[in-house]
């Protein structure tokens, strides 16, 4: 079966401060995909980042890097010099080659910056 | 417009009413989700369709019935509405089963009373 965690129900920074949001995920499967989603205030769910599990190298975009580490099934997401407007709640995901569940959130970790 | 459409967004009703939620996408994607979003229990997937006419149960499918006669339609339907349905309701769409990301819609906000 395959399964997210995320430990950090709430987490509450400093503008400008750097957060990392931790992800722990279990599968049997060699084959998955790891992904990475935000939902702001107003509810949408918005699509961040997909990882397969054969790519390992950390990605970076703009103020968001992701850490992808198989030896500790985690895909970590860090937020460089955190803003208001990303205060949101950010869940990470799992998908697999087999199984009959096609993506399994984590219970998501809602992140405050304040100003 | 393209993408993803959720109708009602918001709906109220009473314990043992049916409810319909409709999820329309106009990209041709062959699966389709529909999950419920909880405080305390995040994203939790009730049914998903592979194609047309083709269903199959996620983690919560009690209470919930699905259908998909059409590709770009797959509506979700509380037959008899209970106050644990309550709940905000997403429907997602992608092309393959585990390789793409989901595409949501805007969520629809149940209450039953």
């Known amino acids: 079966a395959q399964k997210v965690t995320q430990a950090q129900t709430e987490i509450s920074v400093v503008e400008k401060e750097d957060v990392t949001l931790d992800c722990v995920y279990e599968?049997?499967?060699?084959?998955?995909?790891l992904f990475w989603y935000k939902q702001p205030p107003s509810g949408e769910l918005v699509f961040l980042i997909r990882r397969n599990s054969f790519d390992e190298q950390n990605e970076i975009s703009g103020r968001y890097s992701w850490n992808f580490q198989k030896s500790t099934s985690s895909f970590n997401f860090t937020i460089t010099a955190s803003q208001v407007v990303d205060s949101a709640v950010y869940f990470c995901a799992l998908s697999a080659d087999s199984g009959n569940t096609p993506l399994v959130f984590g219970k998501g970790t809602r992140l405050s910056v304040i100003a | 417009d393209a993408g993803i459409t959720q109708s009602p967004r918001y709906k109220i009703t009473e314990t043992g009413r049916q409810v319909t939620l409709m999820c329309h996408q106009t990209?041709?994607?062959?699966?389709m989700f529909w999950y419920r979003q909880d405080l305390g229990h995040g994203l939790r997937l009730i049914y998903y369709?592979?194609?047309?006419?083709?269903?199959d149960k996620g983690e919560v499918p009690d209470g919930y019935v699905v259908s998909r006669s059409k590709t770009e339609n797959f509506p979700l339907t509380l037959e008899s509405a209970t106050r644990s349905q309550t709940s905000v309701y997403f429907c997602a769409s992608r092309r393959g089963v585990n390789t793409g990301e989901l595409f949501f819609g805007e969520g629809s906000r149940l209450t039953v009373l």
């Open positions: 369709s592979a194609a047309a006419d083709i269903t």
């Open positions: 990209w041709s994607h062959s699966y």
């Open positions: 599968t049997r499967d060699t084959t998955y995909y």
